[in-house]
């Protein structure tokens, strides 16, 4: 059963500084839709992290919505929350100023989307974003990736939701825990940069011949973290995309950049925190499945991973 736990009020974050976030969100539910299972660790949500001589610490994996639904920290999240120390998430939302922000989905050196994708496809992508509220300067401007992630994601929620994520934060604050980012929003965008332009471009033109339908593939997301199905988070095989020969090629890209090389950095910036203990772990579920996934890396440095809820 998921419980509500009481934090501190707390002003929202600006819609530029959540945007990181919603980096994270959108991709979370793409990739659940376009990953191929691995074995090990199909099922949960919360992990114990032990070894003898280290006190315990907790592996959450999230879904970066912000949706009742998946949102509210459930009592044995709260309970391993209180037994930490300290919270190492993703990205904190920090001091990322609005320039900052637009020059990682920006385009370098006068580059313009419409060149990469042409002038029909561009139009489409105009008229979708400026739906959402874009500039037309920013949007002449965007990176195809960022294009992508805006288009293919969850429409904007100008609700007063907040995410799991945020929640663990202000619970975190409230109990004067230590909170950390495993990577920097710098860290992300370059992720993102490092999968090839035709791959981008893929990408983008697949999500703008979905763009008038619902959403899908978040709501199968949604399903799968409710139901705590690692396994059914990295592949739902009714999601666009799937069964379609050539955009595999482009998916395989896409899960290696974003996911598998980011879960390594990830692990690498948890190796010493973890000797020490006591820190509470919360990562897009996304990064822990298979045997490629945070949780069998965890493992293979000696620890024990015990399934919690």
Not at 32 to 55: F, H, K, M, Q
Not at 66 to 91: G, Y
Not at 251 to 271: E, G, P, Q, S
């Amino acid at each position: 059963m998921i419980v509500p736990m009481s934090v501190a009020s707390e002003p929202r974050d600006t819609a530029r500084r959540r945007r990181v976030a919603g980096w994270l969100g959108a991709t979370c539910l793409a990739l659940a839709a376009a990953s191929d299972p691995a074995a090990g660790y199909d099922g949960g949500r919360l992990w114990r992290v032990s070894r003898a001589g280290v006190p315990d610490s907790y592996v959450l994996g999230t879904i970066h919505v912000a949706d009742d639904r998946v949102s509210a920290i459930a009592r044995p999240v709260a309970d391993a929350l209180a037994k930490s120390r300290s919270l190492a998430m993703e990205i904190v939302p920090g001091p990322v100023s609005g320039e900052d922000l637009d020059g990682l989905e920006s385009l370098d050196d006068g580059a313009r989307l419409e060149s990469l994708i042409g002038p029909l496809a561009y139009g489409r992508v105009r008229v979708a974003l400026l739906t959402r509220g874009l500039r037309s300067e920013a949007i002449e401007r965007l990176k195809p990736w960022a294009a992508w992630l805006r288009i293919g994601g969850p429409p904007s929620d100008a609700s007063d939701a907040r995410s799991l994520d945020e929640n663990l934060l202000l619970a975190a604050r409230e109990r004067r825990m230590v909170v950390w980012s495993l990577e920097a929003a710098e860290e992300q965008a370059a992720a993102f940069d490092t999968i090839p332009v035709d791959t981008q471009v893929a990408l983008l033109l697949r999500a703008l011949g979905h763009a008038d339908r619902s959403y899908p593939a978040g709501e199968s997301a949604i399903d799968a973290w409710l139901r705590a199905d690692l396994r059914a988070l990295a592949r739902w095989p009714t999601a666009p995309g799937v069964g379609d020969p050539a955009m595999d090629i482009h998916y395989a890209r896409l899960i290696k950049h974003v996911i598998h090389d980011r879960t390594t950095l990830l692990h690498h910036r948890l190796f010493m925190p973890l000797r020490k203990g006591r820190v509470f772990i919360a990562v897009g579920a996304s990064h822990l499945h298979g045997d490629e996934g945070l949780l069998a890396m965890i493992a293979r440095d000696g620890y024990r991973i015990t399934r919690v809820w």
